[in-house]
Nanobody
Framework: QVQLVESGGGLVQAGGSLRLSCAAS????????MGWYHQAPGQQRELVAH???????NYADSVKGRFTISADTAKNSLYLQMNTLKPEDTGVYYC?????????WGQGTQVTVSS
């Protein structure tokens, strides 16, 4: 069974940058759309960045122009470059397929943006 492991979170000041990584134990990026999901404190998870198997991308309005999603199928890895971070970007970030698959939820990686 494929497992997804997120990393790269941390504490950063507003305006700073982080790069999140998602490592898969198997080759799921070639055939699945993949996404990064953000769960703010007390809120539901929401899809903020989406990459299709053909490499095209889509973003939530809240992160458009600031975040960039990419996939390296050779390394079975998914990335999220986060620039110009805002306090509202605080939360746990998860990677998963789009639509989501319950068995792929990992522990996520915590991002905290201080004002």
């Amino acid at each position: 069974q494929v497992q997804l492991v997120e990393s790269g979170g941390g504490l950063v000041q507003a305006g700073g940058s982080l790069r999140l990584s998602c490592a898969a134990s198997g080759s799921i990026f070639r055939v699945n759309s993949m996404g990064w999901y953000h769960q703010a404190p007390g809120q539901q998870r929401e899809l903020v960045a989406h990459v299709f198997p053909d490499g095209s991308t889509n973003y939530a309005d809240s992160v458009k122009g600031r975040f960039t999603i990419s996939a390296d199928t050779a390394k079975n890895s998914l990335y999220l470059q986060m620039n110009t971070l805002k306090p509202e970007d605080t939360g746990v970030y998860y990677c998963n397929t789009v639509p989501t698959a319950h068995e792929y939820w990992g522990q996520g990686t915590q991002v905290t943006v201080s004002s």
